[in-house]
């Protein structure tokens, strides 16, 4: 554990507290240890710190626009990733008809969060009904399988040899932000009964990214019962009930859902602005210091970006400033809107991810000067 150098100082035109009451004509930046939990500074500058005209290097805001996906799957380990590193793989899948082979992950837990449409999901703890909205935690090792004749679109996030838990909530308690009691399980019901059969099943494991096939002469999600507290959970984002401030623009960290080893999985839900006349009213430019940051946009428009639409991603590498657009930040600095209404799934992850193939070929090259106010 890293003891920290504290010493709060001072220096030069400042505002007294963090956030807030910013002296005329400054753009505030942070930057941060630990994300948002570990020492920080606010530094205060004459001019927005994405007012760039070129970057050159690797280093660069990136949006995918997952729309534009042609693919089509039956079984989510034939999804090509999106990004990844030793911690994380990120996937989108789409997907028209219903898996015909089961699927297991060897490698770590998987969360699904359902885009667009709805579906059965059948996996050894029974039978869950599921749709748009809904967070799915499967933990490693599950049996599972979709039901569907809808299209389908999924986040999938892996939490590559590791789990997935609940952010600790301290001080706001065990309820927020949102109660343990709403997170559903699946039910040993008629349903999970009838689809029993003595016909042959396929098993896809995947491990280490190689695939294997267990054939069973019988569906081997035959569970008669269950007792324990290890199962396939949900939660929809509808249930979760953001902390907010009206008088301080409260970090990301703050809708923290679930959390992995090396990772953070946060959701952005519809809130009231913040009323206060000194609060900042949109995002705080910061240098994404220690984390990459990935947003996938549920719905709505979001309210720090310009030109993002439902199904993109961006992607904000760690020692890269990044805030609100142009445009947001005039809107923020006016207080034109009282309230958001975006629904977004943030990952934030401690190792740097690479962007593959199958992100690269739905790029939106221009994201990067977009910050310029011309989206050239």
Request: include cysteine; charge should be negative.
């Amino acid at each position: 554990m890293v003891k920290w150098i504290t010493f709060p100082k001072v220096e030069g035109i400042t505002s007294r507290q963090a956030h807030c009451d910013l002296p005329v004509d400054t753009f505030e930046r942070e930057m941060s240890k630990e994300g948002f939990f570990g020492p920080s500074t606010q530094l205060h500058h004459r001019h927005p710190p994405t007012s760039w005209t070129q970057i050159d290097g690797p280093l660069i805001p990136r949006a995918f626009d997952t729309t534009k996906l042609q693919s089509n799957q039956l079984h989510p380990w034939q999804v090509e990733s999106m990004m990844q590193n030793t911690a994380c793989q990120i996937r989108l899948w789409r997907s028209n008809a219903s898996m015909q082979e089961l699927a297991r992950n060897a490698d770590g837990d998987e969360l699904l969060f359902i885009h667009q449409g709805s579906a059965e999901l059948f996996c050894d703890f029974g039978h869950l009904s599921i749709t748009e909205g809904d967070y799915v935690l499967i933990p490693r090792g599950t049996m599972w399988r979709l039901e569907h004749d809808n299209e389908l679109d999924v986040l999938m996030i892996e939490a590559t040899n590791a789990s997935f838990g609940l952010p600790e909530k301290s001080l706001v308690g065990h309820h927020a932000i949102f109660d343990p009691a709403m997170l559903d399980t699946p039910m040993l019901d008629e349903a999970f009964k009838k689809q029993q059969s003595e016909k042959e099943h396929f098993l896809i494991v995947k491990r280490n990214n190689q695939l294997t096939t267990i054939t069973y002469p019988f569906n081997p999600l035959d569970a008669t019962g269950w007792h324990g507290d290890l199962s396939v959970v949900r939660i929809n984002w509808r249930d979760i009930r953001p902390i907010m401030s009206h008088r301080y623009h409260l970090p990301p960290s703050a809708h923290a859902t679930f959390t992995s080893e090396r990772f953070v999985v946060c959701t952005f839900c519809p809130r009231p602005i913040e009323s206060d006349p000194g609060a900042l009213k949109v995002p705080f430019f910061h240098n994404n210091d220690d984390y990459d940051e990935v947003l996938f946009y549920h719905r709505g428009e979001f309210f720090s970006r310009d030109n993002i639409h439902p199904g993109m991603m961006t992607m904000h590498p760690c020692g890269l400033t990044h805030g609100p657009h142009p445009k947001a930040l005039q809107t923020g600095l006016n207080a034109q809107r009282k309230e958001t209404d975006e629904v977004a799934v943030m990952i934030d992850t401690r190792d740097p991810l690479s962007v593959n193939e199958s992100a690269e070929n739905i790029e939106w090259k221009a994201y990067v000067n977009s910050w310029r106010g011309d989206n050239s």
